[in-house]
């Protein structure tokens, strides 16, 4: 079973900020409870292609984790794959970011989640928990933004 999920927010800071808090790809466990560390491990400036890994816990169980940049549109647009062999991953996902004016961002984040082997059993109850803490998933992430 595939499904999305996606939150929503508006960020007190103007979109380049945004965008490069959010490019930099390292910054997940200031409001992703459940990465426990993220490092960019291809060389070169943040790009299509580049590609960062990380260790996350997910109902009890760490796992490692690889997600390849697929688009990079500065200012308004991130997209990525998950390239690990986990089961239950995202497929896609990504932020969409819209300039409001006054120094201020809409951010739209999703994922696009799928269960693979056994994964496919249990993909509907991480879909289901994804979709619950998405609003609350976007908060984190304009509170970290502004924090920094």
């Known amino acids: 079973m595939a499904g999305q ?3 929503n927010s508006e960020i007190d800071r103007p979109i380049a900020e945004v965008f490069a808090f959010l490019a930099a790809g390292v910054n997940d466990p200031k409001f992703s ?3 426990q560390r993220i490092e960019k491990s291809t060389d070169g ?3 299509v292609g580049t590609v960062f890994t990380s260790t996350v816990k997910d109902a009890g169980m760490t796992t490692r ?6 688009e990079l549109d500065e200012p308004t647009k991130i997209r990525w794959a998950e390239q690990s062999k986990n089961l239950v991953t995202a497929v896609e996902g990504g932020y969409d970011l819209t300039d409001l004016g006054d120094g201020r ?3 739209r984040v999703f994922n696009v989640l799928a269960g693979h082997g056994f994964g496919k059993l249990v993909a509907g109850f991480a879909l289901k928990a994804a979709q619950k803490d998405a609003p609350a998933f976007a908060q984190r992430i ?4 502004e924090a920094s």
């Open 142 to 145: 304009k509170a970290a933004v």
């Open 33 to 35: 409870p459940r990465v």
């Open 45 to 47: 400036p943040v790009a």
């Open 65 to 70: 984790r690889a997600f390849r940049i697929t």
């Open 5 to 7: 999920f996606e939150g």
């Open 105 to 107: 961002t809409r951010l």
